[in-house]
């Protein structure tokens, strides 16, 4: 790992360098972000971050922010949680998100993440009294997990981290730990993601996803007590499926076996998307192919998201014109 950092860090050199990033109110270069090694966030975690997708639509010659005054708003929760301040509206950071999308020419998926972190340098633990920054960078993003096939899960041995240690319902910085334990488990036992439990026993959510599972025709998913990240996409899919497929929607405790026997289950988030699990701790879900309802959802998402679904449309910011 050494050798492939110390050339970039000698010559400040990635990939990204010459796209576009915002900076404390300012647009500059990437390789122009500097952030000085004792950066607090870097050490102890305290930041809390977003991640927002843009979906190009080839016909319309349009990219479309998805949801992002809602990832705003979430961010700004976030940061309260932590004691940080965000000086810009929601609409500031919208805008602002879409004039980076066009410096950089995004004419592809995207993803965009936003991050607000204690830049002080400062040695010692605390949240309050400390210089905060706020940055926001683009990059390409294709498929974060499969979406098409359906995927294998396993239940991690990790727990989700309890609101009263740390909060989930906070897209901190720090608690990704979490998740990178119990992802990395899960892939190097040969699986594709990851279910985590809450402390109690009950299904809380993928490492970086919500859940739902159908049974009986009903879609269930944890309620937000359960230690989860309260999802917007998981908003996106509860609305399809009451609106859409007609079906009854339930947000409760879930027992880990439910899952076993449940007929359909599937994991989702910006990143994520809408991937079907069709395998979970070697038990096939369902017939052990994607669920009629799964894929009817995720064929409307991602219309829905491309802006080909009018009714949809108001999910939606476009970049350009
Ligand atoms: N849970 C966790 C832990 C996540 O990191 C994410 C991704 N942001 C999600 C759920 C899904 O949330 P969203 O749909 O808002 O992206």
New binding site residues.
């Given amino acids: 790992m050494e050798t492939q950092l110390a050339p970039r860090a000698r010559t400040g050199l990635s990939r990204y360098s010459d796209t576009w990033v915002f900076l404390d109110g300012e647009m500059v270069r990437y390789h122009d972000a500097y952030l000085p090694p004792m950066t607090h966030a870097l050490h102890y975690g305290t930041g809390c971050f977003e991640?927002i997708r843009a979906y190009w639509n080839a016909e319309q010659d349009q990219l479309f922010l998805l949801q992002a005054e809602a990832h705003y708003k979430r961010l700004r929760r976030s940061a309260s949680i932590l004691r940080l301040d965000i000086p810009y509206s929601d609409t500031e950071l919208v805008n602002w998100t879409a004039e980076i999308l066009r410096r950089n020419n995004a004419r592809t998926d995207t993803y965009i993440r936003p991050l607000v972190f204690i830049s002080a340098e400062e040695i010692g633990v605390r949240l309050h009294d400390l210089q905060r920054s706020v940055l926001i960078y683009t990059a390409p993003l294709g498929e974060y997990i499969a979406t098409d096939a359906g995927i294998r899960c396993m239940t991690s041995s990790w727990r989700r981290i309890p609101d009263f240690a740390i909060p989930a319902r906070a897209?901190i910085s720090g608690s990704y730990i979490n998740?990178a334990f119990a992802k990395t488990e899960a892939l190097e036992n040969g699986y594709d993601e990851a279910i985590m439990l809450a402390s109690d026993g009950h299904v809380s959510?993928g490492s970086?996803?919500?859940l739902f599972m159908v049974r009986d025709d009903v879609f269930v998913t944890p309620s937000v007590t359960e230690d989860?990240?309260e999802?917007?996409?998981?908003n996106l899919l509860i609305g399809l499926a009451r609106n859409e497929l007609g079906l009854q929607v339930v947000e409760r405790s879930i027992d880990r076996t439910e899952l076993y026997t449940c007929d359909e289950l599937l994991l989702?988030?910006?990143?994520a998307q809408v991937s079907p699990v069709v395998e979970l701790d070697h038990r096939k879900i369902g017939d052990g192919h994607v669920g009629r309802h799964t894929r009817r959802l995720q064929d409307l998402y991602f219309s829905a998201v491309r802006g080909d679904e009018p009714r949809y449309r108001h999910w939606l910011t476009p970049v350009y014109g």
């Fill in positions: 991640g897209k998740s959510e970086a996803e919500n989860i990240l999802g917007i996409t998981r989702c988030g910006t990143g």
